[in-house]
């Protein structure tokens, strides 16, 4: 019996002096591959042996099993010192260039559809003489409402309506700061326009956010009229949305212009006719205007019964909402690249 016992464990010896020699032998990385897949691979002479074990005792077949591991990963191991022996001496590969090859073209990024809205509109105000003017995003309580006429029992100096910083200052609720602080510097004529942001902590939904883009444009001088600025709106409309665009005036009230319109324009879906889009209305509101209140002018030091002016505000995010029939306000600001893709202007 331990003569049979010697005869069962003589294939591990022979595996093993054999599959060693071959991999010293091995010259190339292919070579050794081809090594570790006669002996060590699934259907190696390894696994073959292993598969013998049925025919082993049970008795021996622990010490069959313990005897197999240990040649497997006596190879393993010698399999693993040549190869990195081998990839020490290789001679470093030349990456291969062929210059006649069509190269890859590089994805381009474009403007946001927000800032592409903006410039545009600045443009169109540029090019009828407006210039274009910048101001701080902390305001104080004179800037962001005295000077606009708005009192201190306005609803819209609430605290819930206003981001409220430390020692009466505010995140600016509209760019009609940068009309005070124009005509703070400046002697009419003037004719300025204020884009930037502004913070209102309004609930998020698909028609608001706590921060938008907005654009205040004031013209003053002498003989200004509602005319005027008529003329200067639809000419700005029909630039921005096209030549055939209808537009009407409708009366609104704002503390610092009087009288004071909201001015709307034909539904760009259903052209005036009423859709879900515009509620029924056939018209979608774009922008608040009117004359500039002469309280206003007096806060600034300007004489209101020589000058008269005219004023108007807008939300950059709405018009370009309108324009693009984009229906959610939140997409401008999530950074989804499947949504912003679409805008390659």
């Not at 981001?163 to 600016?172: A, H, S």
């Amino acid at each position: 019996m331990e003569i049979e016992k010697e005869n069962k464990m003589e294939p591990w010896e022979t595996i093993k002096t054999e599959a060693t020699k071959a991999i010293g032998a091995a010259e190339s990385l292919d070579a050794l591959e081809a090594v570790r897949v006669e002996y060590l691979g699934r259907k190696g002479k390894l696994r073959a042996a292993m598969d013998t074990i049925k025919d082993v005792p049970k008795e021996d077949r622990a010490q069959f099993g313990k005897e197999a591991n240990e040649v497997k990963d006596s190879l393993t191991l010698a399999f693993d010192e040549k190869k990195n022996a081998l990839e020490a001496d290789a001679p470093p590969v030349e990456e291969y260039f062929d210059d006649t090859i069509p190269g890859i073209k590089p994805r381009l990024g474009t403007e946001h559809p927000v800032l592409k809205t903006l410039r545009d509109i600045s443009s169109i105000f540029e090019r009828l003489g407006f210039t274009i003017l910048r101001g701080p995003e902390v305001e104080d309580a004179w800037h962001a409402f005295d000077a606009l006429n708005i009192p201190e029992s306005h609803p819209a100096r609430n605290p819930e309506d206003n981001f409220v910083l430390e020692n009466d200052m505010y995140l600016r609720s509209q760019t009609s700061t940068i009309q005070i602080r124009a005509m703070q510097k400046m002697q009419p004529p003037i004719r300025v326009l204020g884009p930037g942001r502004v913070y209102r902590p309004d609930t998020v939904d698909a028609s608001h956010y706590f921060q938008f883009h907005q654009i205040e444009g004031l013209v003053v001088d002498t003989n200004i009229t509602f005319k005027d600025l008529k003329s200067v709106l639809n000419l700005f409309v029909r630039e921005y949305f096209g030549r055939e665009i209808k537009t009407r005036f409708r009366p609104h009230y704002f503390p610092f212009t009087e009288p004071s319109a909201e001015l709307d324009v034909a539904c760009l879906v259903c052209s005036g006719g009423g859709c879900p889009a515009c509620s029924g209305k056939g018209f979608q509101e774009m922008l608040g205007c009117g004359m500039v209140d002469p309280i206003v002018f007096e806060k600034v030091g300007y004489d209101p019964g020589m000058y008269t002016g005219f004023a108007f505000g807008l939300g950059v995010e709405r018009l370009c909402m309108q324009k693009y029939e984009v229906r959610d306000i939140r997409l401008f600001v999530e950074n989804d690249v499947r949504f912003l893709r679409q805008f390659q202007f």
